[in-house]
């Protein structure tokens, strides 16, 4: 019982929105069941040692580096406004975002220095400040929370510096986007004094969600060719080594089985076909041990 404490994980998710969906879905490719029908603060896996911690976005970086929980999930917007002392453990590649600074569409626009004198609406002020800082702009940072993309428009502010993904709720607030401060995805970070146990634990869940990283976008390829054109075949395949190939009745043919990226899947295919290929099966990939 002792060493199944030691290794138990506790991690911090947000507890609505589209990084709580990612981040659960990860979880659940990775074979880790969260029970989703009776949420409470703290849930506990029901077949690996991790218990989900479900808190506020801005409050899980203070929570990992305080130790309240050993690692979480949080954007690295967020991440980098706290700037609170947790390790970066992993890039998720999830929930990509930006953050910008935007302006009433009409307005003509040179330059950062345009907001020299102007006050700027915003729930990150740390990264705007540093930002506006390193480019010599003196501006008037007003602190805002919920919707700040409507500051302009009731004279609460001459821009706003906020998340955008889309950019539709920019343009459905008559804004547009002129400066790029930073990009943003979803970070696993840790706190810097994991015991060896929760290590391997932590280690282990990495792993599976490398599997699960690896196998995106990639089909597995299963096809007869004919013998005289194995080679031609087997060179216009990128797959992770060389392919293998099993023999069939018909000795002119043998069966040839492979991993393709979807971004060139149907480029390759093609080839393939003009190649004699025939009778080709294609998967999805759910998961990919390299």
């Known amino acids: 019982m002792e060493k199944k404490i030691r290794n138990m994980l506790r991690i911090a998710v947000q507890s609505k929105g589209r990084l709580f969906d990612d981040t659960m879905n990860l979880l659940a490719e990775a074979d880790i069941k969260i029970s989703a029908s009776k949420r409470t603060l703290l849930v506990q896996s029901a077949n690996f040692p991790l218990e989900v911690l479900y808190l506020r976005d801005d409050d899980i970086p203070q929570s990992v580096a305080s130790g309240v929980a050993d690692i979480g999930v949080v954007g690295e917007n967020e991440f980098v406004e706290r700037g609170e002392d947790a390790d970066i453990i992993s890039r998720l590649g999830f929930s990509q975002c930006r953050l910008s600074l935007a302006i009433p569409k009409e307005i003509e626009y040179r330059g950062v220095n345009w907001f020299n004198g102007k006050k700027i609406a915003t729930?990150?002020?740390n990264i705007?400040?540093?930002?506006?800082r390193e480019r010599g702009v003196d501006c008037?940072?007003?602190?805002?929370?919920?919707?700040?993309?409507i500051s302009p428009?009731?004279?609460?502010?001459?821009?706003?510096f906020d998340i955008v993904s889309s950019g539709s709720t920019l343009v459905s607030n008559n804004?547009?986007?002129v400066e790029v401060v930073m990009k943003s995805e979803a970070l696993l970070i840790g706190n810097?004094?994991?015991n060896a146990g929760k290590r391997a634990t932590l280690d282990e869940m990495l792993f599976r969600f490398k599997a699960v990283k690896d196998a995106e976008d990639k089909k597995y390829v299963r096809m007869?060719?004919?013998k005289d054109r194995l080679q031609e075949i087997i060179d216009v395949l990128p797959g992770l080594k060389s392919p293998t190939i099993i023999p069939l009745a018909d000795e002119?043919?043998?069966s040839v089985h492979t991993v393709l990226d979807q971004k060139r899947f149907w480029e390759i295919i093609g080839k393939l076909k003009e190649m004699g290929a025939q009778g080709i099966l294609v998967t999805p990939i759910e998961k990919m041990i390299l």
Do not use: F, Q
Not at 128 to 132: A, H
Not at 144 to 149: A, P, W
């Open 123 to 125: 729930s990150y002020p």
């Open 128 to 132: 705007l400040r540093r930002y506006m």
């Open 140 to 149: 008037e940072i007003h602190v805002i929370t919920g919707s700040v993309e």
């Open 153 to 160: 428009g009731i004279g609460l502010a001459d821009g706003i």
């Open 175 to 177: 804004l547009r986007e």
């Open 192 to 194: 810097k004094d994991l």
């Open 224 to 226: 007869n060719a004919p």
């Open 252 to 254: 002119a043919w043998c």
